[in-house]
């Protein structure tokens, strides 16, 4: 009797995802790379259950080892960006591009990337059109902190605390995420909480998980009222680069999430603003903020613990949260981990990003408690593209009902 319960149960989710899994389809399309059987899986998977077109590129399999998830600017161009463009230019209703396990996360020798041109493949993909856009504003970013190589060019954000949904006819450029994780199963996994959320949200029940936003006390606190920083002011000059020569105080991050805690309370959701010492681990969160490894009082057997619902969603200010997508040991703290925990979605960085570039606490749990999906939550809280950033998740994946 139990067993024919749980069956019962589980046909009813199955049914519920199905009815959803569609929706939202024709502005999607998910890129397949012909040589790793990783990304042909993902890619097939995703597209049948989303309804989302596929289009193929052949390059290095990602997937196999460490050195092929770092692709030559070049060969970008020509096996990745190019057959993009070509598909991208006869469907103008695309707004977002999903990456598969297999893909290259980093591509070296780009002009206006770090450290002799490294830049985050998803990010530069993110950018496109940008280059031929006469009203785009570069960023000239530098810290001597990393030595004289340590000198990009990427593009202040268009979407950046947009009040609107994302189309890429109005913002230029597109949306780009991942569907990866240390193993396929964790990246098929991400599909699967995403549509086990948009389930929860169809039978009508609101989400009841906390969103955990762990300040590190060593760091300061700023001024709430000051946050989020916008890099381009309303004083800003057309042509004219924004310039960043160093990163911003940490304390500012802290602030963020204060209101960011703020902004989730006055909504009636669950929210944790952790200022203690302590760093927390906790089950059945819906939304987690942190300094990961940077934190003072970092606990790895903290980190590993946290858990989440369908549809929980992180950022961690660590500059190599997504340097990998493979298992690996020592360095800072991985969004891969987060991922084989049953994280649904978040954001990494390849290579060092800067404080400025990680995901502004306030922007991010706003938009997504609003009802807004992961991608369009993400990209709004995120100032660059053209940079170091990954986007982690289905970008359709929702966690929250619509709501003003």
Not at 20 to 42: C, K, L, M
Not at 158 to 181: E, I, K, M, Q
Not at 353 to 360: D, E
Request: net charge negative; with cysteine; charged share 15%.
């Amino acid at each position: 009797m139990t067993r024919s319960i749980a069956i019962c149960l589980l046909t009813a989710v199955a049914t519920l995802a199905t009815a959803q899994d569609h929706a939202g389809s024709e502005r999607v399309v998910v890129v397949r790379n012909t040589r790793s059987a990783a990304s042909r899986t993902i890619a097939e998977d995703y597209a049948q259950r989303r309804g989302a077109a596929i289009v193929d590129v052949t390059c290095p399999d990602a997937a196999l080892d460490a050195t092929s998830e770092t692709i030559p600017h070049a060969d970008y161009l020509t096996s990745i960006a190019t057959p993009l463009r070509v598909w991208l230019a006869s469907h103008p209703g695309v707004d977002y591009i999903v990456l598969t396990k297999g893909i290259p996360i980093r591509v070296q020798g780009a002009p206006r990337g770090v450290f002799h041109g490294q830049l985050a493949l998803d990010s530069v993909l993110a950018a496109l059109g940008y280059e031929e856009d006469a009203t785009a504003v570069t960023v000239d970013v530098t810290d001597a902190n990393f030595g004289p190589t340590y000198h990009g060019r990427p593009w202040a954000n268009r979407f950046w605390n947009s009040a609107a949904p994302f189309r890429h006819a109005t913002c230029g450029g597109y949306l780009v995420t991942r569907l990866d994780g240390y193993t396929v199963a964790d990246a098929l996994a991400l599909t699967t909480r995403a549509l086990a959320a948009a389930a929860t949200l169809e039978a009508g029940t609101a989400p009841a998980g906390t969103v955990l936003l762990d300040v590190c006390p060593s760091a300061g606190m700023g001024d709430p009222a000051r946050q989020p920083h916008a890099l381009v002011t309303a004083d800003h000059r057309p042509h004219q680069d924004v310039l960043i020569a160093g990163e911003s105080a940490w304390g500012d991050w802290n602030a963020d999430m204060k209101l960011a805690d703020g902004r989730l309370r006055a909504r009636g959701l669950a929210s944790r603003l952790e200022t203690s010492d302590v760093f927390q681990g906790m089950p059945g969160l819906m939304g987690y903020a942190s300094w990961g490894s940077n934190d003072s009082h970092y606990d790895a057997g903290a980190y590993r613990a946290l858990g989440f619902a369908p549809g929980a969603i992180a950022e961690t200010a660590v500059s190599t949260s997504g340097r990998t997508f493979l298992p690996t040991t020592g360095g800072q703290s991985l969004l891969a981990d987060l991922i084989a925990q049953g994280l649904s979605g978040g954001k990494g960085y390849t290579d060092e990003p800067l404080l400025q570039a990680i995901a502004s606490p306030s922007i991010l749990f706003d938009r997504y408690a609003r009802g807004w999906n992961l991608a369009d939550s993400f990209y709004a809280a995120s100032a660059l593209v053209g940079w170091q950033d990954i986007v982690i998740g289905d970008p359709l994946c929702r966690g929250y009902p619509e709501r003003p």
